[in-house]
Nanobody
Framework: QLQLVESGGGLVQPGGSLRLSCAAS????????IGWFRQAPGKEREGVSC????????NYADSVKGRFTVNRDNAKNTVFLEMKSLKPEDTAVYYC?????????????????????WGQGTQVTVFS
C-alpha cells in the first residue's frame, strides 16, 4: 500500500522554527517529485514548495521564499521542509504529495493537479 506520512507539526511562537518530514512506505520516493502544500481554514490548498526527484530543482511560493527550505534524503525515503521565521499566517495543515511524472518543479508545476499521492497532513500553528 502506497502511503505518505507527515510529521513534525506543532505549536510555535512567531519567529520560531519547525522541521516537517514526509516519509513514504510501500514505494520509493526517489522517482517522484515531492510537493508541500498547506491549507488554512476557509482557504484553498496552496503550494508551498516542490522538489524534483533528484533534489536538484526546487521552487517556493513567494510567501515562504527565504524562510522555508525543502530537501530530501532518498536513502531514507524522506523529504523535509525546514521552516524558519514562522509567522501567524503560516498556520495551516501541511500536506506532502508525490508527483510520478516529476514535473512539479517546472514552471507553474507545483499545483495539486500534478500530484498522485497525498499524506493526511500535519497541523502547524503559529501563535503569540
Amino acid at each position: 500500500q502506497l502511503q505518505l506520512v507527515e510529521s513534525g507539526g506543532g505549536l510555535v511562537q512567531p519567529g520560531g522554527s519547525l522541521r516537517l518530514s514526509c516519509a513514504a512506505s510501500g514505494f520509493s520516493l526517489e522517482y517522484y517529485a515531492i510537493g508541500w502544500f498547506r491549507q488554512a481554514p476557509g482557504k484553498e490548498r496552496e503550494g508551498v514548495s516542490c522538489i524534483s526527484s533528484s533534489g536538484y530543482n526546487t521552487n517556493y511560493a513567494d510567501s515562504v521564499k527565504g524562510r522555508f527550505t525543502v530537501n530530501r534524503d532518498n536513502a531514507k525515503n524522506t523529504v523535509f521542509l525546514e521552516m524558519k521565521s514562522l509567522k501567524p499566517e503560516d498556520t495551516a495543515v501541511y500536506y506532502c504529495a508525490a508527483d510520478s511524472l516529476d514535473i512539479a518543479t517546472m514552471r507553474n508545476g507545483c499545483v495539486t493537479s500534478n500530484f498522485n499521492y497525498w499524506g493526511q497532513g500535519t497541523q502547524v500553528t503559529v501563535f503569540s
